[in-house]
């Protein structure tokens, strides 16, 4: 009884520090809206690092021929072909193919891992089918998907800022990673050309955008969690290059990065963040994506088991493993609707070895997963809505009318788009979303949602957030496509 009575006030101690209420989520929405400003004016000016991604066309249709992508995400990696017929053809064909990321590779050598992506690729080049042609006279041309903070200095090629995810592979820092590609490729006797590097939010906005024109924002919720958007090229101070002929520049943010005062951060996220390969960094982050959730439910477990014995003495071993609780588990147990909660008795001891827990004690373990889905769910939503709100997309312009943003912070003035970016008929946008944590974590999904419906209320009707599955890789396949060398 006092077991539970010392759990259950662990518990709401958490839910209150996880607390997201729709003032504390405005706050968080105008954070996001003043650090894309700061890190627009500036290199370093916030730690919204509001990278030029050297895109400013996005695929409309006319793309046509064969193009290949390769895409090196957190979890998986993947090879992908399509046939592109134009406007009328459209995507004749496409295949891909995915494979686990060896773990030591992410822990390995520049060229190890480099080696492993352009084996595959090979491979999978060499299998192509009599569907697939090339024009004559030219190379197999690849779009590159790489999502992690790349500067980029052309748009194919761009050196490594640090690694996230997981990923610690130390001599590709600083290296330019479409050159490494490059190399592993002719190091099998191939000849192929990278014509775009991409991050994954930036594929899959192009892959969105290629169907719906609008699309003008790519978020990822998978692993991590990142979004890019279509922005002004004038909005973007920093930038020393020409203007280019559309006007437009597409930034990737590296949100996860994001860090505000307003975020609701617990002893949960401070010991991760220690622990994990990149203290300090990519706080957001850490609070969202797929890769820690099921971490953070379990750091408060752990305290449960320590304060109030929930698994008995000792404290089950494995249960003080970092990471040893994966978010498709702690999901699973999430959405677990059995009266006696059995889905969570079953991961519990299959992961953990725990057994004899009471129906009491699992309840407590399902609303840990559910304070942590729901802030992490939430602040995803804020992000959305702090980017809308910088590209003047929030509803405040709704019904045709082209005003000015009004903020109320003063250190806000002077940044607001005067007039909305493609401001278009019924004033549409979509947001482009891809990753397996939105796709298969439908209660986060559903949180998400939720929120955006809170914060925009009526402005929520004119937004729209779909799901463009892999979207990144053929995205990337599409980018490669308008930026190839031969047209
Ligand atoms: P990546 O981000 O590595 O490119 P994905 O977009 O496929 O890969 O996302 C994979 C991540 O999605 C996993 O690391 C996991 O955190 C999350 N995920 C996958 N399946 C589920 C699930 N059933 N429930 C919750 N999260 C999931
Ligand atoms: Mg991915």
Known sequence: RSQKCTARKIL?????????????LRQV????AVEMHAGLVSEGG???????????????????????????????????????GGLEGRVIKQEYEEVAIPPELMLGTSEQLFDFIAKELVSFVAREGQDFRL????????????????????????TLLQW??????????????????????????????IAALVNDTVGTLAGGRYWNNDVMIGVILGTGTNACYVERAEAVSKWAGDIPKSGEMVINMEWGNF??????????????????????????????????????????????????????TPVPHKLLEAFSLMTPDMSKMHHDDSSDLKVVAEVLKRVYGIQNTTVGIRKIVVAVCDTVCQRGARLAAAGIVGILKKIGRDGSAANGVIKRNTFEQSDMNG??????????????TVVAMDGGLYEHYTKFRNYMQEAVVELLG?????????????GSGIGAALLAASHAEYV
């Not at 929405?29 to 996001?32: F, I, N, Y």
């Not at 006279?137 to 761009?158: C, L, Y």
């Not at 592979?169 to 192929?192: F, H, P, S, T």
């Not at 007039?419 to 549409?428: D, N």
Request: hydrophobic fraction near 35%.
């Open 415 to 428: 940044f607001h788009d005067e007039v909305p970016v493609h401001y278009t008929s019924g004033g549409r």
């Open 46 to 84: 916030s730690k919204l690092k509001m990278l030029p991604t050297y895109i400013d066309r996005l695929p409309d249709g006319h793309e046509r021929g064969l193009y290949y992508a390769v895409d090196l995400g957190g979890t998986n990696f993947r090879v992908l072909r399509v046939q592109l």
């Open 259 to 312: 860090w505000s005062s307003h975020l609701p951060r617990t002893y949960v996220d401070e010991s991760l963040d220690n622990e994990s390969l990149n203290p300090g960094e990519y706080g957001f982050e850490k609070m969202i994506s797929g890769m820690y959730l099921g971490d953070c439910v379990r750091r408060v477990l752990v305290r449960m088991a320590q304060e109030a014995c929930i698994f008995g």
């Open 135 to 158: 024009h004559a006279g030219q190379n197999r041309e690849i779009g590159f998907t790489f999502s992690f903070p790349v500067k980029q200095t052309a748009v194919n090629s761009g």
């Open 29 to 32: 929405v105008d954070a996001m």
């Open 458 to 470: 009526e402005g929520s009707k004119n937004v729209v957030i779909e799901l463009s599955k892999d």
């Open 164 to 193: 996230t995810k997981g990923f610690k592979v130390n001599d590709a820092v600083g290296e330019d990673v479409v050159a490494a590609l490059q190399r592993g490729i002719e190091r099998r006797g191939y000849k192929m050309r």
């Open 12 to 24: 709401l101690e958490f839910q209150e520090a996880c607390y997201t209420p729709l003032a504390r």
